[in-house]
């Protein structure tokens, strides 16, 4: 059985691997790479969110730590993106610690409504002075592409696909570690207590397990593979801006990655991912700016006639936690 | 040097005004122990409505403010129908299901209108008062802040509706015991919510001069930070929270700049958590 599902993993990660010579065309290409980055989005989100069913709403508010991390230290002292990508995850995961661990004391609704607080915050304080003096307003910080030294040698024809190809294979790379790595947290015995914390946190603790050390530890986790995929974003993107950090750009896909998912099962959001950003992407051509909003209605939708789903469960036990 | 008579002054017009958006908020938390994140898009829509009855459709200042809260208390009891009622028994499903609901109205607000804040007059002149300059549209908020706030605390405590919104915040099934309908008083209590926050944009726009369609999302971030202040759902909580946050927030322009306030918000509730969980009125977490 666990072989089974090992070598059902390789071929998959094998197919992944090869579907840029299937002669997939770059635009294809670009929203697989951005399929990839929300995958690890919804991954990291789940390592932490989906096993103790605290609904870390401050997602984006991490990944938008990673984001302008590596945008800032390659603007101030031009540290490549291969050393600013791992130092934007460490970046990502002190902030993290700093800003969520006196919410981490919350239950419910308390540490959800805490924690939505910092994206919105920090997206506004982006976009004023003087803080967007620094932070490049709403346009963002320029930044180059992870391998822009070996583009830049390639002939003009074939730069442009390399671009794409590249993207896609430094994202697809950092979602295979990210997948293992979630796999092993939420699969293994710390992923048990984690899921025994969202079951009844206070009959964990009964047994005399520090729950706040699990917490402090997925969280730490959670935040340092947000970050790193933020790094990688923005130099994908060519760009760190606020968008990054925007419930509609971010925060909902992810939600609706994780929803669709199945939340705590950290191979069903890689699926997800796909299926969500490709029609996010394409949804662009047929309906333009009303995709968000599809998107959104799409949502409310899942949740409210998918009830038996998988928000659902997660959330009827968080509803102990409530006190109803 | 800090201006101490106008920072008073602006602390209890920006008191007036964020209690108003807050005590909305809480009331549905009581009741129905659910948060709902589309509260800020009912900022949004009143701001709109008001700014398109008034400035495009020609009504006067008062009558748009008056036709600008029936639509938005609908919209409220909408959201609350399609958004919250479905998934009443999972409160943190709402979470997700209302952050959509207020995605959706933003957008909407953004296509129809543009990023672009939108300009809305204010009521010229002031008087002096006690050698402070006072503005006029800022006498006008703080003596309708007062009668909104009055008329609710009235309203819980004196009335038959009152009566039940604070069983319904009890507990439903006794509710349901002595023959009421918890539902109803659910219904009730998102127009009321979304009524408030509706009085709260027209009471700030003017002051404000100006709307955007980010402006419900702002004063959201700023009600978060009250109710965790004041203790979720306590009304009384909230509205003495109001006050001390836009002191803070007052106290923190003056002394620095605008912009700076943006953070206020952020470095108080990470204060009070670490010293306060509950906050200052709220009940054990």
Known sequence: MRYKGAAAALVLAAGMFLLPRAGLGVRMLNS????????????????????????????????????????????????????????????????????????????????????????????????????????????????????????????????RRAFYTTSYYMSLLLLLASAAAAYKIAYSSFGVVLRGIGQDEELVEASGVNTLRYKLLAFMASSYIAGVAGALHVHILM???????????????ILSIVVLGGLGTVIGPLGASYITILAYEYLWGVMGELRSIAFSLLLIALIVFKPEGLIYTLYAKARGALGR | MIPVPTLFLYTILYGFVYSIFAVGFALIFGVAKVANVAHGAFYTIA???????????????????????????????????????????????????????????????????STNPLPVPTIRGSYSFLGVYVPKAGILVVALGLAAVALLTLLLDKTMLGLFIRATAESWDEVRIIGGDPLRVFRVSMALSALYAGIAAVLLSPLEMAITPYGGSLQLLKAFAIVILGGLGSIAGSIAASFIFSFIEQAVSFLFMANYAYIAPLILVVIMLVIRPRGLFGEEA
């Open chain 2, 47 to 113: 701001a709109y409505l008001y700014y398109v009855l008034w400035l495009k459709a020609g009504l006067s200042p008062v009558a748009a403010a008056v036709a600008c809260l029936p639509p938005t208390a609908l919209t409220g009891v909408l959201v609350g129908e399609l958004t919250i009622r479905p998934v009443l028994k999972a409160p943190v499903s709402v979470f997700v299901t209302t952050l959509a609901a207020s995605a959706v109205i933003e957008e909407v607000v953004r296509i129809l209108f």
């Open chain 1, 239 to 253: 760009a760190a801006s606020p968008e990054i950090l925007a419930l509609d750009t971010t925060l909902i896909p």
């Open chain 1, 32 to 159: 697989l790479a951005i399929a990839n980055i929300f995958a690890v989005y919804a991954l990291s989100f789940d390592v932490f969110s989906g096993t103790t069913l605290y609904l870390n709403l401050g997602h984006t508010f991490i990944i938008g730590i990673g984001a302008y991390t590596t945008a800032l230290l390659w603007r101030m002292k031009g540290v490549k993106p291969y050393i600013g990508i791992p130092i934007a995850g460490l970046a990502a995961m002190a902030v993290g610690i700093l800003v969520f661990l006196p919410s981490l004391r919350l239950r419910g609704a308390y540490f959800a409504i805490a924690s939505l607080m910092y994206p919105i915050a920090l997206y506004r304080i982006s976009t004023v002075s003087p803080f967007s003096m620094i932070l490049g307003g709403e346009g963002g910080i320029p930044v180059p592409h992870p391998l822009q030294s070996y583009l830049a040698e390639l002939p003009a024809a074939e730069a």
